[in-house]
């Protein structure tokens, strides 16, 4: 038995290429014993397993990926453990997903516009399957037309912060989505705290403020985080005697590079955040 632990992935209801049970499946071979499926704003995937998670070869644990705004940056607030029946969490998510699909109205005309994709509905309606629609989608889509040639450059070139197709995001902010987790009976948890491009002493200032509003755990073991990171990151964590977390946050199978459980196990001197769940 691997008894690994995997608390961010997704599916298809967001930007990712599997369905609930293909993950739920697919965790399982890969020695995965307790899972979340931490969707964008999304929690179908979840409501669709949850009357049968006893029957699944593995623990699912509820979970959502909020997207949030924390000084004007966009942060990522990982839902885990919340009762998804929760008609508040509902309300709030669809919510979530009209501002997604503001923006992305916003981002059809911006693609259309500066560069010349034509029947972008048709093509992106197609990509995103109809779901939680992701600027991950729009990569994909210049991808496909031919304007950059893979995931980053799409974001690099056209879809990020100052580059011609990027829109500004309305999320809510950072101490209201943890509110809505907290409402639903859930823990807040701040995913990949190294993703957000900001300096040392901000990704200071961003930790110290989650965990003033009620956050409980940041992630700690993902892919791509460097071991000096992640000492530094445990560090920030026990100052503010907050848990660890560890996530692969896979999309796609084809990334192998983040592939369902496979992530570090938690360090030894960080608690976890499952220890109560
Ligand atoms: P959204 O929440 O709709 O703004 O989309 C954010 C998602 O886009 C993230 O969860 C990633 O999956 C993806 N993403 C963001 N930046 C990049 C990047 N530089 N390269 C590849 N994927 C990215
Ligand atoms: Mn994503
Ligand atoms: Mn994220
Ligand atoms: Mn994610």
Same mark, same amino acid.
């Given at each position: ?29 890969? =020695? ?17 397993? !949850? ?11 509820? @979970? ?5 705004? !924390?000084? @004007? ?42 560069? =010349? ?28 037309? =031919?304007?950059?040639?893979?995931? @980053? ?32 009976? @859930? ?37 791509? %985080? ?16 907050? %848990? =660890? ?11 192998? !590079? ?15 955040? !499952?220890?109560?769940?």
């Amino acid at each position: 038995m691997l008894n690994k632990t995997d608390l961010h992935c997704h599916t298809l209801y967001s930007d990712g290429s599997l369905s609930p049970q293909q993950i739920v499946e697919r965790a399982a071979q890969n =020695g995965v014993s307790s899972l979340a499926i931490t969707d964008h704003d999304c929690i179908q995937a979840v409501l669709d397993l !949850w009357p049968n998670r006893d029957k699944l070869p593995l623990t699912l644990i509820s @979970g959502v990926e909020i997207s949030s705004s !924390w000084e @004007g940056k966009d942060i990522h607030v990982i839902g885990l453990n919340f009762e998804p029946y929760d008609q508040s969490l509902q309300d709030f998510l669809k919510q979530q997903q009209q501002l997604r699909f503001e923006r992305a109205q916003e981002l059809m005309q911006k693609l259309t516009d500066k560069l =010349g994709i034509l029947d972008i509905e048709q093509k992106l309606q197609k990509i995103s399957q109809g779901y939680s629609i992701c600027r991950s989608h729009f990569a994909a889509l210049i991808v496909e037309e =031919g304007k950059a040639s893979d995931f @980053g450059k799409a974001f690099s070139k056209f879809l990020a912060k100052g580059k011609s197709c990027s829109v500004k995001s309305h999320w809510v902010s950072t101490e209201e989505a943890i509110y809505h987790i907290h409402q639903a009976g @859930g823990v807040a948890v701040l995913a990949h705290p190294s993703r957000y491009q900001l300096s040392n002493s901000r990704t200071f200032e961003l930790i110290k403020s989650f965990s003033f509003a009620g956050g409980k755990a940041i992630e700690v073991c993902y892919s791509s %985080l460097k071991s000096q990171d992640q000492r530094r990151l445990i560090r920030i964590a026990k100052e503010f005697s907050l %848990l =660890g977390s560890v996530g692969s946050d896979f999309h796609h199978p084809y990334q192998t !590079w983040a592939n369902l459980g496979q992530v570090a196990p938690l360090p030894a001197d960080i608690l976890p955040i !499952w220890q109560n769940f």
